[in-house]
């Protein structure tokens, strides 16, 4: 069975450039995360799809973020424009079910560095 | 809402020594918990889950977790460290809402194993 695929692995910008996240979820899986890790921190939740509808976006800036799941499948996360605090790994995660029980399995993630 | 608090955020052991991190929650209602590894430059891998049911959780490359209600702990254990377990590893909490199920980590604990 195929994992969570994320692309880029790395990106490197300048601040006030945009900047976007690809993730493909486990097939199957009908529910989507998008977590930013902070250096020496732990993974912090961004937003929760549930198929293509936002289920959580509490925690998500929504002033310079915005996150979409076309079709229930493939998600794409925009940085615009980026800050420098905003240098993090991105980690995608999907779950069969959307219960707290359920294991999230996890992408590789994206390092990205805005300089 | 719930909280994870990891005490310790770098622990070093001799190979073949015992492993002990902890990892202590808070939640107003009953919690799931997890531990998850992050190896350099990938995404979280799960080690072990509690939901309901036995206290004592195994899980994989001999690691086993005890959930405490009394003490709101879920330390993390190996009897044997190996090299290959010097990693980063989070504990999380996740509790099932309306709005869906978040997981909520703990900073991280970082193992180095010596030779």
């Known amino acids: 069975e195929a994992g969570v695929a994320q692309s880029p692995r790395y990106k490197i910008i300048e601040k006030r450039q945009s900047v976007a996240f690809w993730c493909n979820p486990i097939?199957?899986?009908?529910?989507l995360y998008w977590y930013q890790q902070i250096l020496g921190q732990g993974p912090k939740l961004l937003i929760q799809?549930?198929?293509?509808?936002?289920?959580?976006d509490s925690q998500l800036p929504k002033d310079r973020f915005s996150a979409e799941r076309l079709k229930g499948v493939d998600s794409t996360l925009k940085i615009q424009p980026a800050k420098l605090e905003d240098s993090a790994v991105y980690l995608c995660?999907?779950?069969?079910?959307?219960?707290?029980?359920?294991?999230?399995?996890f992408g590789p993630g994206t390092r990205l560095t805005v300089l | 809402a719930q909280s994870v608090t990891q005490l310790g955020s770098h622990v070093s052991v001799s190979e073949g020594a015992l492993v002990l991190l902890r990892c202590n929650y808070s939640?107003?209602?009953?919690?799931?918990l997890f531990w998850y590894v992050q190896y350099p430059n990938q995404g979280l891998q799960l080690l072990l889950k509690y939901t309901t049911g036995a206290t004592l959780v195994k899980g994989i490359n001999g690691f086993e977790a005890e959930f405490k209600k009394s003490e709101t702990s879920f330390h993390l254990t190996k009897p044997s460290a190996h090299m290959s377990d010097a990693a980063e590893y989070f504990c999380a909490v996740s509790v099932f809402e309306t709005s869906g199920s978040r997981l909520t980590f703990g900073e991280g604990t970082q193992l180095t194993v010596n030779p």
């Open positions: 799809f549930q198929n293509n509808g936002v289920v959580d």
């Open positions: 995660a999907s779950s069969s079910l959307a219960g707290g029980r359920n294991e999230q399995f």
């Open positions: 939640s107003s209602v009953p919690p799931y």
């Open positions: 097939s199957g899986h009908a529910t």
